[in-house]
T-cell receptor, first 116, second 109 residues
Framework: GAGVSQSPRYKVAKRGQDVALRCDPISGHVSLFWYQQALGQGPEFLTYFQNEAQLDKSGLPSDRFFAERPEGSVSTLKIQRTQQEDSAVYLC??????????????FGPGTRLTVT | RKEVEQDPGPFNVPEGATVAFNCTYSNSASQSFFWYRQDCRKEPKLLMSVYSSGNEDGRFTAQLNRASQYISLLIRDSKLSDSATYLCVVKGGYQKVTFGTGTKLQVIP
């Protein structure tokens, strides 16, 4: 079956530009996560949705970062006025269960963002 | 102190060797524990969950020590295909997940 997909796979933005990164989770998956992974580091949690509700956005590094999942399926991570330190791979993951039960996150291939 | 700490390595081991990775976590209220594998320029994939009683999956054995707040991963009879970065993952309440920085393993012919 189809896994988690993300688009674009690669994005080059000039400093100050706005970017929008898309995530299509596995159909029926309740939970959706965004992570930021810098080179040589593990993924850092950004935000979490359960259906359309954003339940945790504590990892968003600044108010330039905004995420939404209006219909409880596709999610968009938007970064306004990009800075060089935003260069990283942005990973999206989804999982089937909500707050209890089995918990395996399935990751998309990521969007590699380079800010020049 | 980081919430989840791992030795970044790299661990360079010959084929057939046994190698072990440890990971320590700081939040004693952590509920679930996992090992993920990440190949170069690929997304992380779940390797195995870690249970209190310890668990084994083929050549891989994971253990949890709640008292000392660490988890371990043992790989026996290493294969070239085991070369990857191994990420320790700790889940607290309410789905909050924290990844370690990863331990890089290179299996040498």
């Amino acid at each position: 079956g189809a896994g988690v997909s993300q688009s674009p796979r690669y994005k080059v933005a000039k400093r100050g530009q706005d970017v929008a990164l898309r995530c299509d989770p596995i159909s029926g998956h309740v939970s959706l996560f965004w992570y930021q992974q810098a080179l040589g580091q593990g993924p850092e949690f950004l935000t979490y949705f359960q259906n359309e509700a954003q339940l945790d956005k504590s990892g968003l590094p600044s108010d330039r970062f905004f995420a939404e999942r209006p219909e409880g399926s596709v999610s968009t991570l938007k970064i306004q006025r990009t800075q060089q330190e935003d260069s990283a791979v942005y990973l999206c993951a989804s999982s089937f269960r909500g707050q209890s039960g089995s918990y395996e996150q399935y990751f998309g291939p990521g969007t590699r963002l380079t800010v020049t | 102190r980081k919430e989840v700490e791992q030795d970044p390595g790299p661990f360079n081991v010959p084929e057939g060797a046994t190698v072990a990775f440890n990971c320590t976590y700081s939040n004693s209220a952590s509920q679930s524990f996992f090992w993920y594998r990440q190949d170069c320029r690929k997304e992380p994939k779940l390797l195995m969950s870690v249970y209190s009683s310890g668990n084994e999956d083929g050549r891989f054995t994971a253990q949890l020590n709640r008292a000392s707040q660490y988890i371990s991963l043992l790989i026996r009879d290493s294969k070239l295909s085991d070369s990857a970065t191994y990420l320790c993952v700790v889940k607290g309440g309410y789905q909050k997940v924290t990844f370690g920085t990863g331990t890089k393993l290179q299996v040498i012919p």
